[in-house]
Each structure stands twice: as structure tokens, then as C-alpha cells.
């Protein structure tokens, strides 16, 4: 029998989120990222997606470990969840990471994970037939990595998430010879991320955000409010700089926010000069243009930081007219009605906002590489295979166009869903039939198969309401409504509607079927709406 | 008592969206637009927003004439569900408009409406008072207009919604020079589109998008299904043009587009050769190459043609692996997530699909003015006061920001809410107490108040589900889920749990809501959730 390897994606195609990818070659099995995807507003009640684990469950046994490329929660938010459903394999992963994992952890109270830390460049063995060389990316996490991995068939390279950021803030830049060495030495296949196939050019370099921002507090009037994704810590520590040269304090606020600042303090991350650090409720003692404040929520969530901020319901902090609130941030998909909704409040009480759209395009930068990364990428390693990963369809579709564009046959690029194997022998590549697998959530903090209809029942639901027809005895009648609004004078005829429909049909099935029918009907008529209804 | 011109916004600021503003003079009031404004994910059940019209009710019989700006939804779609509210003010609008306006009413079968059909340059009188002289504008609909609106005390210019086309398909572009020449005639206020403030450089031509649809129709080797606004008539005439010239023939599918070729027929609005338009169930009688079809459905709605087509549950059109997919317009803020999963899903199937982001930059042109044209109405119009209107709050602080760089004082430049009045003088402008609005929508086909705690209600039984303990008798108990995935051993447990609550507590007010409470915390242990309970 000839050996091959099979890649088989369990998560992180076909949307953005829930990031796994397991990668088998004879009797072992390696794992790499294990994340969370984020629900949208059609799945009320889910709080996390989770990547399917039918393949790595009924194969356990074969893994060697599971590998993390990087601290963000759609690469590591899983692992509390799954790893003991997985056969609790070790895990690989940087320094900051593995801290990062911890706390998500201890959280969920598992405790037992055997961690091997890694660092760029550290070749080790996995099992039999796997040599992992990591190497340093750079994104919007420090610390992050992708993984050459060498098989007995050939080498795969796995980005994770990457960009070629010429000028990061407090990392090196990718080490593009590395990649150039690696790519002269025949790469089987180039796994990368997909996730900014779609955007022309390159990303803006984090020193030139830095000084962007430097600017826009150099000439505040009055504080700053700075908002940013909590575990963009080059971009926290930037800000903790500009605000010592420029003589501010900085105060903290929300609970992610605050988590970053003990970490980077644990891990000795960088630097924060004694009292430049004050505590939010301190901010009075000092004039506003003395202040930054660093808040959370830069996504408009219900209950961030700056979302209690808008809606004046924070307990510290209220608007002035003269703050300067800068959204160091983009929005996540779906999240920009949120977001919108958020700033407008804010502007309504007289806040100036500077946010990416316009005068605001420097104060963010994305974590993904933008497509003239993507093509250099793909000209370093030359792959003979490529897959493009971490995307919807219409990222990955754009990726394979850049790859062919430069200069990889279409017949050599794949664009898989979630659960499609592919198998690489060193010359041919058969694509395995679709794995049937099971959809998982996280709901009420347990883990659950995501069921389709009853997602379809609280949209339904919601949409239309639940009316309850109650009959106490055969002459009272009592009738509830959820989730509509119905004149005191509609439900008293409406009960007496009821009781009547009650009378004629009775209760058996056939009955209630008639009284549902005809009482939704009634409603329709009444109301302007056909609700769910119960009879009791 | 001398006299005041009052501007009140009754919907479209802090919005984008259910556009309406009021004017008054003495005793004298135009309306301007009654749209709707398009309900998020996050208001369940509700079709449409509309503007406030407390005011307008109150005053009805000063109101001398609503006036349209253009036939767009968010500008004419509340004229049939508030038009007899409002005292049957006769409406004026250009033909194309009054067509369209025509539609809607007798969908929702209003009649009597007395219609004044308007042309631009073509001065009326209203009331005592007011002089109308509407004005072209380009948009991504025909025959739009503004108004400069003369009054005793000075000239208004309202935009409605457009650009500055330099070179737009089947219309001419907007004269600057009328424009200019109002500006030298001392115009009091501005009041200007402010959708595209954040959207820096200028609008593609239409005719240049009409160039990239044709290269793509020319190139395309197999069947091109094009989906765009139906209302956007300039690009579909396009369309039609480049299928004559490449010798496609054309199909039609979808209710709204249907609708629109259904429109341009009655009112001769382009030519449609003979035998270049053949019916959706004869497609298949051609080869791929010789078809276009122009589909309705950019925005993902669930029942679009589109849609439908992307589920692969179209009965006359399914995705072939040649076809291109040209996406001809852009997301509404909120429909991103929809849209991409309608584009993945065609991907799946092996279309190539061509929308906005990358290649497909030149395939939509916005119908509003980015921020080079605003800065240039601005110059030409020369106000004295600026009241950016269409647009959330974040999009009227960017208009107002343009208007300061073009020389007009921050003082002169007012963000307003919706019911925030602003009186005017010749020298002196006020703003009124912000008026009590009523937040209308439609829901069920009636127009109702919308209540804030039922929506609260629906959102909160879509996320936690519904639980029913009913007593049919004092040892039969029914335990009854909505929205929620219970095991029926859990189901039996929690039948004997509820019996047991039931005897210790009994259904008074204070029993239930102990067993509410008890239950609620049981649920939750569990099944992780702790849905709203209800005891019979």
C-alpha cells in the first residue's frame, strides 16, 4: 500500500471561524487550530460554532497532537470544549499562546493539558512520519506562527493567519527568506489564509497605524477614548507609548481590556512605566487632555464597554463634548448595524469619531494579508498543490484566482468545503467523498448538535409570536400571548372567540388542528399576524 | 409676529431609511418623501419602518402637497399605508414616479390619490407661500429630481438623492450651471444626500459600468445570469443594449424585475427589439452562450430568485459550472451575511461569480454622491445654513466635516435628529425642543406603534425558547418546549420535577413564581438554558 497523506478540513472553509484542519499520513494523525465560529443573528441562542469532530473522534487514537497557530478564539476558543472529546492530546503552541489557551481553560475549568511550547524555528517530531518546523507570521496576535510540515511524501505549509507587515510594531517581519528556502526545496502543498482574498494592495504597515494615532492624540482637545480588539497587543502597546510621550494616563476599562493588561504585565510583555497607569475612577482627578482611556467592545456587543458608553449606562465613564472616541478596529461581518448604531449614539452626544472609512482609513490595520501578499506568498513557496483556507467560498474562489494567476494550473487548486478529504499521493490528488458531519454549538455553556429545525422554530417564533389558549374549565378560558402586542378589548373577544371554537371542535387532535387553523385565521384578521398557537 | 420657516425631520436622519421632511411657512406645510425604512435582524416580525407622522396629524390641514424625489421605497413606499393619515395631500412627482407610486397603491388598493405630475425646471406654486421648482439630479433610478423650494424669507434646496454622473447611460447629467446659478442667488439652507459621506473619491460613471458588463458578457463562454436593483432601469437598459450587440438573447426572472421590463413596456421607456427578449422556460432551447438572464434578488432575500437558485430549489434555473454570475450592486448594511451565503452557495456549484470587492469593481456604481461631489454641491449651492439629511448620524458628522473644509462655519451646519425642529429666519436659526415621535411600522399589513418590550419579548424567546408546565389534572402533567432541543428522558424527569413543584407550591401568583424561579434553575443544570416558563 502506498503511503499518502490526507488533508481533511473540519472547520474555517466555507465561512470565517471555527478554524481545523487535521492532517494524516499512515497510522498519525496532527491537528492544527481547534476554534470557535460566531454565530450570526440567524442562530438565536448559540453562543459559539464549533468545528465537527465525527473524523478526529472515531480516530483518536492516531493523534499525535494538536498544534496552535495563534492566541485568537476562532484558533483556540474550541479547545475547552473538544479536547477531551478528542482523546486529550497535547498541545503545541508559542509561549503567549499557550498562556492565552490557559486562561481559556481554566475558565471552563479543564485542567490536564499538556502543553509543548514552540518557537519559530525549533524543528520537532510527531509521531512516525511528521517533522514540524513553525515559523513566525505576522498578525494581529504576537507570537504567531504557521508550520512547515514535513512528511515522508513531501512538505506542506500551513500559514495560519498572516500578513507581510514590512513595519510591525514589536515583532520582526516574516522572514521571507525562510519561506524562499522552503519553497526552492519542492512544497507538496501551500495551505494559506484567505480571509482578505477579497482586498486589493497590501496591508498598512502597524508602525504607520502607531503614528496615525500619535497624531490624532497629539491634537485632541479634550480625552481620548481608544477602542481596539483586546488581543491586539502591539497596538495596546503602541498606544501606551504615545500616551507617555504626550503625557496622558492611560485608564482601562472592560473586562478583555483588562485581561490583556494583566497578561502583558505576567508575561512581561512590555514595559508600562509606574504611574502611567491609573484607575478608571480616578480619571476626574485629571484634566482631559491628560486622559486616554483603552475601552472594549469594538464591535458594538450588548454588553461592551463602549455599548454602555453610547446608551449612557456606564457607570464611570459619560460622553463629553469635546472626547475624541477612535475605533481602532473593522467590523467583524454582521456585526456593522451594531457597530453603526453604537457610533451614532456616541456622535449624538457630541463625541467626534474617527473610524476606518474615512479620515480614520490609518487607524487600523487587518490582521490578513491583502492579495499582493497573497500572490508574493504563493511566488515564495511555489507549491505544486494549493488549498486556500480560513474564507467563504467567495474568499477561497478569489485566492485560487490569485494562484492562478500566478502561474498554478486550476487543476492544482482546491477549493474544498468542511469535511471534504483530500488525498496527496507525491503526483496525483483524489478528492475523498464528502464526510457527513455533525454541526456543533455551544449553547447554555455545554456543547450540543446544532438541530436545524429548532433554530427554524425560534425564528419563527420570533417572527410571528405564540398565542396560548388555555381552558381552565369548560366556561373560563384564559388566553397568553408572547411577543405580541394585542388590545386588552381584542383579547376579551378573543377569548370569547376561543371558547366557542373550543366547544364546536373539542380538544382531540383533529379538533385542535381546526381550532389552530381557524383561531389563526381569527388573529390574522384581528391583530395582523398568524402566531404560533397552543391550545391547552 | 414675523415670519419662520420650520424644517422638521420626521424620518431619514440618524438612518438611512423611511426618508420624510416637513416644511412650513405660516400656514403653509410641503412634505417632502414618505418612505420606508428596511427593519434589521434585530426587530422579528416587523416588515417595514415608517416616518413619524404626529406632527403632520396634527397639522393636516395645513399640508398643501407631499412632494416625491424619486420612485425608490425609502422615498414613496409609506405613501400607501400614510397618505389618508396624513389628510390625502394631492402628490407631485415626475411620471416615471407617479408610475411606480401608481403600483404600489394599488397593490395595497388605495385609490383616490390626485396626482400632479412635475418636470424639471417646471416652477408650481403651493399654498400662499411656497414656489417649487424641481431640478434633475442623476440617481440609480430615472427621472429623480430636487427642489429648490422659494419662500418669503429665502431659497431651500433639497437634493432628494443623487450624484453627479459626468457620465451616466440614459440620462443627462446634472446641470451644474442651474445649480451654480442658484447659489448666486442666496440660498438659505442646503439640504443634501449624506449616504456616501464616508465614501471618499467619486461615483463611477453608469456608462463605465456598462463598459465592464459589456467585456464580461463578451467574454463570458457559457451562460451570464446578471441580477441588479429592478428599479436601476439606466443599467438594465444597458443590459438589454450589450445582449442586442453580443446577440444574447434575454430572459427575465423574478417578480420585481418582471415588474420593471413590465413598466419600461407601458411607458415606452427604451426600445426592446423584437425576439431579444424570449421567455425563462424557453432558455433551454439555446445554447449556454446565447443567453443572458437578469435575475432579482442581490440582497440574499430569503424568497429572491437568486436565492432560490443558490439552494438549487429554481424551477427553471439551476447553476451550470460555466455560468457567470455577474452580482450588479452592492450590500445594504445588514444584508452582508445573506448576501456572501447566497454567493458561496453558487460558488459550490461552480459558477464564477463577479461582484463588487475585487474584479467586479467597475460592475455597480453607487446612485449617491461620494464625497468629491458633496464637497462640489457645496461650492455650487453656497448656503448659508447646511443640513446634511439620508443618513445615519456617523454619515451627517462626515457631511458636516465636508461642508466645514468648503468654508462653512460649524455654527451654520446643524446634525439633527428626526422631530428635532429648526426654525429659521433670515438671520437667525433656532432649534425647537425635540417633538415626542411615535414609532411606526407595518407588521401583519397594518400600520402599528411600535412597542419596544414586545420586540424585547420576541428577541428574548427566539435566544432562550419557551417552556409550557400545563396541570391538566392534579397527577397529569404536560411539559411543553418551543424553540428548545430536550431529550424525552429529560422531558420525563422534568415532568416529575414540575409535579413535584407544582404540590409543594401550588399556582397562586406567588406558587408560580416560585416554581418559575426553581424550574428555571433545574432547566438550566440540565439543559443549559433557562427559557421563559409558564404555568397553567
Redo the contacts between chains.
Sequence with gaps: MSKKIKIIPLGGL?EVGKNCIAIEYSKDIIVIDLGVGFP???L??VKWLLPSIDYLQKNKKKIKALLITHGHLDHIGGVPYLWKKIGKPPVYATELTIAMLRDRLQEKKIYGVKFFQISPKQKFRLGANFTITPFHVVHNIPESVGFVIKTPIGKLVHTGDWKFDKDPADQPPVDKKFLKKIGDSNVLALLSDSTN????GKTLPEKEVGNTIDSIVSQAKGRVIFTSFSSLISRIHQVFDICKKHKRKVAIAGFSIIQTVELVKKLNYFDIPKGLLINLKDIHNYSDQDILIIASGTQGEPNSTMTRIAKQEHEKISVKPNDTIVFSSSAI??N??LI?KV???L??QGA??I?K???GAGVHSSGHAC?EELREMIDLVRPKFFIPIEG???M???HI?IAQSQGIDKKRCF?L?NGETIQMSQNKVTLLKKKNLTPLIV????V?TL?RN?IK???E??????C?I?Q?SSQKI?I?F????VEDAIIKQAAKKAKKLLKSHGKNKKGRREIKKRFGDYL?SK????P?I?V?
Design positions: 466555507e450570526s443573528f440567524e438565536p441562542g482574498a477579497e482586498v486589493p461581518p454582521g456593522e448595524l453603526q457610533m451614532d449614539c456622535i449624538d467626534d469619531i473610524y472609512p474615512v479620515l492579495r467563504g467560498n467567495r477561497l474562489a478569489e484566482k477549493l468545503n449553547s447554555g455553556g455545554k450540543k438541530k429548532i422554530e425560534r425564528l417564533i420570533a417572527r410571528s409570536g405564540v396560548i388555555n381552565k384564559e397568553l408572547l411577543g405580541l402586542f390574522l391583530i395582523g399576524k398568524k404560533i397552543l391547552f
